[in-house]
């Protein structure tokens, strides 16, 4: 059976998750991927990110709330679910002796509806580390060979938990390439990362978490909306901050010197970025490390950090 439109594949709604001491690691969270879309789970170590997938792929039970994917509960109707999903875990922990390739064809006898092995290594660029031992291969390597299971049944959903940590950078956008191209193919993909330009490249919604709830969502534009852009540079020798015409008067929100290095903070990064590069020709200042930056996830990111941090 296959639906289309805006159908969504995973339902989050008042989703908790409590720890055997009593901690609770999820607080109450509320989301939703549709089909074809790639939603990024983001968020400080500890925020919760790992806790939410783990309930998504049906290892554990919900202390509270509710959860879909595809439409069933993935703990108790795991069966009907399972198959439809592939789940890239944090640690694949394979046997370290067997090579990829009867690693993969190990996997596949436990996949419903497996595709060839080779097809999968050849999507993450393994092909020719199919005589390789497991415990031969780089770290980025053991991600890409994680990432070639959780393809073996061709899945409508994927669940990646850190898909690039690890992966060098061409690597990485290797990854991002492949991961574009499956929801080309309609697959939706829920993946969580440490990296904010991984999810402001890929991701078409996100969610940042923050101690088991979620302090902003929405597209990357929407989450970085509101946020500051950034203008630094360095100053020469002999000149300072307070050398520059008043930072009010170019617009600045907000300002950091450590001495010759300045950076600023701007809702109106052209009239700052104006100002002050007239500023500097007039002067015949020579701005060093000169860097302009409109609003990033990064600053979404650290800003909700800083404002949770300082209301706790
Ligand atoms: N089995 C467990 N028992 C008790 N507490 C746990 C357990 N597993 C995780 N936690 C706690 O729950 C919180 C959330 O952990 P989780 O692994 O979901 O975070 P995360 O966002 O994935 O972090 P990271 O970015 O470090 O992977 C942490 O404070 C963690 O210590």
């Given amino acids: 059976m296959h639906t289309h439109g805006h159908e969504n594949v995973i339902e989050v709604t008042d989703l908790k998750r409590v720890y055997g001491g009593g901690f609770e690691a999820v607080r109450g969270i509320t989301f939703s991927v549709a089909r074809g879309e790639i939603f990024a789970l983001l968020g400080t170590n500890g925020a919760g990110k790992t806790s939410t997938v783990e309930l998504l792929e049906g290892l554990a039970a919900p202390a509270g709330g509710r959860v879909r994917v595809l439409g069933h509960d993935p703990y108790r109707e795991r069966a009907a679910v399972r198959p439809r999903t592939g789940v890239m875990l944090q640690e694949g922990g394979f046997p370290a002796e067997l090579t990829v390739a009867e690693t993969a064809r190990m996997w596949a006898g436990c996949t419903t509806g497996a595709r060839p092995e080779a097809e999968v290594l050849e999507l993450v660029g393994l092909a020719d580390k199919h005589a390789v031992r497991v415990k031969q291969l780089s770290g980025g390597e053991r991600r890409r060979l994680d990432l070639a299971l959780a393809l073996l049944g061709d899945p409508e959903v994927l669940f990646l938990d850190e898909p690039t940590t690890g992966l060098d950078a061409e690597g990485r956008r290797d990854t991002w390439a492949l991961v574009r191209r499956l929801r080309e193919a309609g697959t939706t993909v829920l993946l969580t990362t440490h990296y904010l330009?991984?999810?402001?490249?890929?991701?078409?919604?996100?969610?940042?978490?923050?101690?088991?709830?979620?302090?902003?969502?929405?597209?990357?534009?929407?989450?970085?909306?509101?946020?500051?852009?950034?203008?630094?540079?360095?100053?020469?020798?002999?000149?300072?901050?307070?050398?520059?015409?008043?930072?009010?008067?170019?617009?600045?929100?907000?300002?950091?010197?450590?001495?010759?290095?300045?950076?600023?903070?701007?809702?109106?990064?052209?009239?700052?970025?104006?100002?002050?590069?007239?500023?500097?020709?007039?002067?015949?200042?020579?701005?060093?490390?000169?860097?302009?930056?409109?609003?990033s996830l990064e600053e979404a990111f650290l800003g909700i950090a800083q404002e949770q941090g300082a209301a706790a």
């Fill in 197 to 295: 330009e991984e999810a402001e490249d890929l991701a078409d919604r996100l969610a940042i978490l923050h101690e088991g709830r979620i302090a902003a969502s929405g597209t990357p534009a929407e989450v970085t909306a509101g946020r500051p852009s950034r203008m630094s540079f360095e100053l020469p020798d002999g000149w300072f901050l307070g050398d520059l015409p008043p930072l009010t008067d170019l617009g600045v929100c907000g300002h950091e010197s450590d001495g010759r290095v300045v950076r600023l903070r701007t809702f109106e990064l052209q009239r700052t970025a104006t100002a002050v590069l007239l500023w500097a020709e007039r002067a015949g200042v020579e701005l060093r490390g000169l860097d302009v930056r409109s609003a």
